[in-house]
């Protein structure tokens, strides 16, 4: 009886293991199949910019009819599609820091305020027609101890994407801040068109776009904010029902600095 027993705790113990290996396989092969399509998605977004540098240095090269004027247009294009590639490898590198898990933080003092502003100015520069932002600054007084530069990278995108998505006749966003429960809560809402409820979540995805045709970037800023605000110990979600487009900030800040 005893050995009967023992054999069917032995026969358990295999179809146990036998399940954890099918499991493991079942995660590799997904594992594979996303980096496959990691890879053809890269692929394809180096393969736009890369084709119009192509086309048009062929086009200076061979034509000798052009004039100064198309000279210059065409070189222009070359440019800002190598600016974009850039930016393009630039994300993709920051993206794959942040996801290895090996990315050092830089824990520096400062004040909310004064890392608005400054991610204000930054994301608006160069900006012909920069939205309007509103602000309650004394809301903004809060002492912040994290890291400042990743902390202002993430707004930075969210507002830059504001300015690219707000309403293109009063370009207008607010930018609001409370605390809850020792959570610092940032929220950005923009007078755009929002993004609908079904791609709300997908939107933090890599190479997720809503409207393609708002051409720009490669759908790897709201990914980058994530990881970002992650590593940080807060998130950023997309706030449903406020109007526009809207994205909330949180991040946990010290006790002392809650009580201010
Ligand atoms: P992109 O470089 O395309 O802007 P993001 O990751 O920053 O990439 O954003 C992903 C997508 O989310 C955008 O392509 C856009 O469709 C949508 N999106 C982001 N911010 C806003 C916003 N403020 N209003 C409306 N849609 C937005």
Same mark, same amino acid.
């Given at each position: 009886?005893?050995?009967?027993?023992?054999?069917?705790?032995?026969?358990?113990?295999?179809?146990?293991?036998?399940?954890?290996?099918?499991?493991?396989?079942?995660? @590799? $092969?997904?594992?594979?199949? +996303?980096?496959?399509?990691?890879?053809?998605?890269?692929?394809?977004?180096? &393969?736009?910019? %890369?084709?119009?540098? =192509?086309?048009?240095?062929?086009?200076? &090269?061979? !034509?000798?009819?052009?004039?100064?004027?198309?000279? =210059?247009?065409? /070189?222009?294009?070359?440019?800002?599609? /190598?600016? &974009?590639?850039?930016? *393009?490898?630039?994300?993709?590198?920051?993206?794959?820091? @942040?996801?290895?898990?090996?990315?050092? *933080?830089? %824990?520096?003092?400062?004040t909310l305020g004064d890392l608005l502003d400054h991610a204000v100015s930054a994301a608006l520069a160069g900006y012909?027609?920069?939205?309007?932002?509103? =602000?309650?600054? !004394?809301?903004? $007084? @809060?002492? *912040?101890?994290?890291?400042?530069?990743?902390?202002?990278?993430?707004? #930075?995108?969210?507002?830059?994407?504001?300015?690219?998505?707000?309403?293109?006749?009063?370009?207008?966003? $607010?930018?609001?801040?409370h605390l809850s429960g020792g959570v610092l809560v940032v929220d950005f809402i923009d007078n755009g068109s929002g993004?609908?409820?079904?791609? +709300?979540? *997908?939107?933090?995805?890599?190479?997720?776009?809503?409207?393609?045709?708002?051409?720009?970037? /490669?759908?790897?800023?709201? !990914?980058?904010? =994530?990881? #970002?605000? %992650?590593?940080?110990?807060?998130?950023?979600?997309?706030? +449903?029902?406020?109007?526009?487009? /809207?994205? &909330?900030?949180? @991040?946990?800040?010290?006790?002392? %600095?809650? !009580?201010?």
């Open positions: 009886l005893e050995y009967s027993s023992r054999l069917e705790a032995q026969s358990a113990e295999l179809s146990r293991t036998a399940r954890k290996l099918q499991e493991a396989n079942e995660k @590799l $092969t997904q594992i594979s199949a +996303q980096k496959d399509s990691f890879l053809s998605q890269v692929s394809h977004e180096l &393969r736009t910019p %890369m084709t119009s540098i =192509r086309a048009f240095s062929e086009i200076l &090269r061979d !034509a000798d009819t052009l004039n100064p004027e198309e000279k =210059r247009r065409y /070189a222009n294009i070359i440019h800002d599609e /190598a600016l &974009r590639l850039t930016r *393009l490898l630039n994300d993709l590198l920051d993206l794959s820091v @942040l996801e290895s898990g090996q990315v050092s *933080l830089n %824990m520096r003092h400062g012909e027609r920069p939205l309007r932002v509103v =602000r309650n600054r !004394a809301d903004e $007084t @809060l002492h *912040l101890y994290s890291d400042l530069d990743r902390l202002s990278q993430v707004f #930075i995108n969210l507002i830059a994407n504001a300015q690219k998505y707000c309403d293109a006749t009063a370009p207008e966003l $607010t930018i609001s801040v993004i609908p409820v079904r791609a +709300q979540e *997908l939107v933090f995805e890599k190479f997720a776009r809503v409207s393609v045709e708002k051409a720009g970037g /490669a759908g790897l800023g709201l !990914a980058i904010c =994530r990881e #970002i605000m %992650m590593r940080l110990g807060g998130d950023v979600t997309y706030l +449903q029902g406020a109007g526009g487009g /809207a994205f &909330r900030v949180t @991040l946990p800040v010290a006790r002392e %600095m809650a !009580a201010q």
